[in-house]
């Protein structure tokens, strides 16, 4: 019989969290050794204090470009060369924005973004499913298209769509823009959509045959309901992509089809630098976006790395 | 009794199946040939003519095919394009990856006001770059900017960067900087949250300080991650446009204008658009060429897992 | 309700052949379990039998009509799966009725449907919620409900008792084998475990390597292996295997190389000197103290209620499990003396595994 050692005691570690990886372990505030003086508790305060503070400091730094051009858009025009931030806000530059190309432009882009949306869901879903369920061979090779078109600087397609819409006669058409956006879009759908629909599992495919469903039938009753949410989110980024598209539409459209990040521009080269205008008119082209932005914020970084790495 | 009968792979559930998926791939494949593909070809076909706008059915001739590439050779505001672009390219990247890694660090813990700060800062990214273009106008412009204002305030005034041929490029690489570097944080934060935890644990436990914990054990796990990131800025970067139209228009002169750029001049100022497309094809090359980099690197990690 | 034939069955994996040739013939209404180790292409075959895989050659029927090349859809066929596959999205009502609706049927007819095979499962009370909010046991009487719901010609089951815990087990293998008594429907049954199989089935098929070992009644497959692979793998303990050399001079035995004697009724195929395996099931061993036992020393002792486990080493050198129905005083390191019943006994050749006697 051996007999347990009779001083044994467990070795005191540091502390630390083992949920989160951190690059160092947080100094822990010294437990009751600590002296009951108010400089050093506040001084223990802002040592654990100090990561959130700084973040927030830095917020502030980053957003200050931003929150200043939104602060813009509320000011009366006479202020704008003043710094100081106590004003009436006044909606006066969202008024003059009424007049003028800018309504018909803010429609256009809603109208493209939602046509583009739809055109690459339409076509893109069931392609992406196919990929999923059907073992390709050329994978690799697939996704490498995907990234160079997805790469691809604006200036190598324009020009070919440009002179194709010239004679086809899309020049500065909804439709002909909307097309041109499959360029993105459509990779970006079958990219993401095959993650969505690789989680679903087969075997619930496979009960709905014996079911009775052919394989689209399946796809539709079961796969893609299980996969809504997936799909929810890729309709939004395609939706953002588009929306945010400034070349494609500086050159492929002229007065019909403008798109609102142009409008602005132009407010820039022929009305003059009306600063109050151009800062409201970018404040209501970015406000869409970044509601949606906050919505699909987890999908982000999977919709902007698509075909570069695979998940 | 029984026969054996052999099945040809034309009938049968499983080939119904398969027929079934080409079906589903084939709208995607067909739109993609003809919407990527077929533009690339022509402008491969357009960059061997000298295609303008003055003379169209003229000027689309091959007889002389490599009459674009070997201007381009000699053409001194394309080459000084491309080292525009190389300068804007790295320094832009190089400050994306050094913030982004730094506010990662920073912000990679669990309270909900950190969780909170990541959100906020994902904001410069997702606005459309027109708009990013907007604010960095006006931070640019000494009348309405408050930087300017507040630096002649304290008896440091400063002359218009975006005006200045020696200051321009850095005011668009510092206004790049600000609307990507949430990219590489994201990326960074999400490779953190990766690293384990027990090589951590035990070194910590062995004396390393925060320095040593970072450069022995957290970078060297999160380094491929940055090289990924870095190569795709990289990438992105060749596209950048709407920055360098509203803040300088290429200027002063053309100490701003990226290859990018020269080509949108050559194509729609000038509308010498079989020169533009030789141009094009440069820029694809080299966005292919490091796509192709990007694939291996992003596929090779994963299979190495 | 049909009678289902394999005929001749071969499946390749690209250039891997699976399935090696089975031939299997299911009468109507009978209840049938595939086992076999895994890797024998037991779920291969049940998966074929589904349409949900190809062969690659051979011919599966149901009711007469060869099916091979028929869609899942269009066979007929019912299948309960191991993870259920429940539609996660739908209630209980709309898995149960889902088939039908895909048939086109009446909502009311689906609906008195849904409820009858409900009252029958005893899930008249589930049948709003979701799967997520089931219970292991209420999941897999909701799949097979499914399969109940469409009266198909067969039902197939690939292993769906594996998930549950082992008292639920018991009681979801009881329920199933009532179900078979009720509705008659001919079936297939995967299983691993060879109890399973012995206390649902009809006849076990024992599959090995994409091969047939043996087709059986589960008592004959117990008491008459075919070979020393189904002689191991049905019944549980297992059965203990001795090698030796066949005797045929006297009365006819084994004797091992040390020298035991290991007895036998009547003299089986083979000529003396064979070497052979002597297969003894545990519950076929007897305390035996008038000299003709074999010496064996305890070495563990196992009761477990119903029985008394001992797992002993004759002479020193064989390990054998032995099972005593009642209750013996034995502790590790007691010697004994123990004989296994002639009349029992178990010959299969020591080199092919056939069987002798």
């Not at chain 1, 503070?53 to 704008?80: E, H, R, S, T, Y």
């Not at chain 2, 900087?177 to 990219?183: A, E, I, N, R």
């Not at chain 3, 219970?135 to 499914?146: E, F, I, K, L």
Request: charged share 15%; glycine share 6%.
């Amino acid at each position: 019989m051996t007999s347990a050692n009779p001083t044994f005691s467990p070795p005191i570690s540091t502390p630390i969290s083992t949920h989160l990886p951190l690059p160092a372990p947080r100094p822990r505030a010294e437990p009751a050794s600590e002296p009951p003086l108010s400089g050093t508790r506040r001084a223990g305060w802002l040592r654990r204090h100090a990561r959130g503070l700084a973040a927030v400091a830095l917020l502030l730094v980053v957003m200050f470009p931003f929150l200043w051009l939104v602060q813009l858009a509320f000011k009366p025009g006479a202020d704008i060369f003043e710094d100081s931030l106590l004003f009436v806000p006044t909606l006066e530059g969202f008024r003059s924005l009424l007049q003028g190309n800018f309504l018909k432009s803010f429609w256009n882009s809603l109208a493209v973004s939602t046509l583009s949306t739809g055109l690459s869901l339409l076509i893109g879903v069931p392609a992406a499913y196919a990929l999923t369920r059907w073992q390709f061979k050329w994978r690799r090779h697939v996704a490498l298209w995907i990234l160079v078109t997805r790469m691809a600087p604006p200036i190598a397609f324009t020009i070919p769509f440009f002179l194709a819409y010239r004679w086809l006669g899309l020049q500065d058409t909804i439709l002909g823009l909307a097309i041109v956006y499959l360029t993105f879009n459509l990779a970006i759908v079958i990219w993401l959509m095959q993650t969505f629909f690789e989680a679903v599992p087969t075997a619930l495919e496979e009960a709905a045959y014996i079911d009775g469903c052919g394989v689209w039938q399946a796809f539709w009753r079961i796969t893609l309901p299980l996969a809504a949410p997936g799909l929810a989110a890729t309709a939004v980024l395609c939706f953002i992509f588009a929306w945010n598209d400034f070349f494609y539409a500086l050159i492929l459209t002229r007065t019909n089809a403008i798109t609102a990040p142009v409008a602005i521009v132009n407010f820039l080269q022929y009305e003059g630098w009306e600063w109050t205008k151009i800062a409201a008119s970018g404040t209501l082209v970015m406000f869409p976006v970044v509601i949606f932005t906050v919505l699909v914020r987890t999908y982000l970084v999977r919709g902007l790395t698509a075909g570069g790495v695979k998940d | 009794m029984s026969t054996t009968l052999i099945l040809h792979p034309g009938t049968g559930w499983e080939a119904a199946r398969r027929r079934a998926f080409l079906w589903g791939l084939l709208p995607s494949l067909a739109v993609l040939l003809a919407i990527t593909l077929v533009p690339a070809a022509a402008l491969l076909v357009a960059s061997f003519t000298p295609l303008s706008l003055t003379d169209a059915a003229g000027t689309f001739r091959f007889d002389d095919p490599l009459v674009n590439y070997r201007h381009l050779l000699e053409d001194e505001r394309f080459l000084r394009s491309i080292a525009t672009q190389l300068k804007l390219s790295v320094s832009s990247v190089a400050l994306q990856l050094a913030v982004g890694l730094a506010l990662a660090l920073l912000l990679n813990g669990r309270s909900r006001l950190l969780a909170a700060t990541r959100t906020a800062f994902l904001v410069p990214m997702v606005l459309p770059p027109i708009v990013v273009a907007l604010i960095w106008k006006i931070l640019y412009t000494p009348d309405v900017s408050p930087v300017h204002r507040a630096l002649e305030a304290v008896g440091l005034p400063v002359r218009s960067l975006i005006a200045n041929p020696d200051t321009a490029l850095w005011a668009i690489s510092l206004a790049d900087t600000w609307q990507w570097f949430p990219f590489t944080m994201l990326m960074v934060l999400a490779a953190l949250q990766m690293v384990p935890d027990e090589p951590l644990e035990a070194a910590s436990l062995d004396g390393a300080n925060r320095w040593q914990l970072f450069r022995y054990i957290v970078f060297p796990h999160i380094r491929p991650v940055l090289v990924v990131c870095g190569l795709f800025r990289l990438i992105d970067s060749f596209k950048a446009f709407p920055l360098i139209y509203v803040l300088t228009d290429g200027g002063p002169g053309s100490v701003t204008e990226v290859t990018n750029y020269y080509g949108f001049i050559q194509a729609f100022n000038f509308s010498y658009w079989g020169y533009a497309s030789a141009i094009a094809m440069v820029i694809l090359a080299g966005v292919f060429a490091l796509s192709w980099l990007v694939g291996r690197l992003g596929w090779n990690d994963h299979d190495k897992r | 309700m049909a009678a289902l034939s394999l005929e001749k069955i071969v499946k390749h994996y690209g250039s891997t052949p699976v399935i090696h040739g089975v031939d299997i013939d299911i009468h109507d209404g009978e209840f049938v379990a595939l086992v076999g180790p895994s890797g024998c292409g037991k779920s291969t075959l049940l998966r074929a039998i589904a349409g949900l895989e190809s062969i690659t050659s051979g011919a599966i029927r149901l009711g007469g009509r060869v099916i091979n090349d028929v869609a899942p859809k269009d066979r007929n066929i019912a299948m309960v799966f191991q993870n259920y596959a429940l539609y996660p999205h739908m209630t209980v009502a709309q898995n149960l009725g889902f088939a039908l609706k895909l048939q086109g049927e009446d909502k009311a007819r689906i609906q008195r449907r849904v409820h009858e095979v409900a009252a029958i499962l005893g899930l008249e009370t589930l049948l709003g919620r979701t799967p997520r909010q089931l219970s292991g046991g209420q999941r897999q009487r909701v799949a097979m409900g499914r399969a109940i719901v469409r009266q198909p010609d067969a039902f197939l089951f690939d292993e769906p008792l594996s998930n549950l815990d082992a008292k639920l087990r018991v009681q979801v293998r009881t329920e199933i084998k009532a179900l078979h008594q009720r509705l008659s429907t001919t079936t297939v049954y995967v299983t691993h475990d060879q109890v399973e199989a012995m206390t649902l089935a009809d006849r076990i098929v024992v599959l090995r390597d994409g091969v047939v070992e043996q087709v059986g009644a589960p008592l004959e497959l117990y008491d008459r292996p075919a070979n020393a692979f189904v002689a191991g793998f049905i019944g549980s303990p297992a059965m203990n295997f001795i090698p030796g050399r066949l005797h045929l001079d006297g009365a006819a035995s084994v004797v091992t190389d040390d020298g035991l004697r290991l007895p036998l009724v009547q003299p089986p195929r083979g000529r003396h000197g064979d070497s052979v395996l002597y297969g003894a099931r545990p519950e076929h061993f007897a305390l035996d103290n008038s000299g003709a036992g074999l010496p064996a020393e305890v070495v563990v002792v196992e009761p477990t209620g119903s029985e008394t486990q001992v797992a002993v080493r004759l002479d020193g050198r064989h390990a054998v499990l032995a099972a005593f129905r009642e209750r013996v005083d034995l502790r590790p390191g007691d010697a004994l003396q123990l004989l296994p019943v002639a009349a029992q006994a178990h010959l299969f050749d020591a080199a092919s595994g056939a069987r002798l006697n």
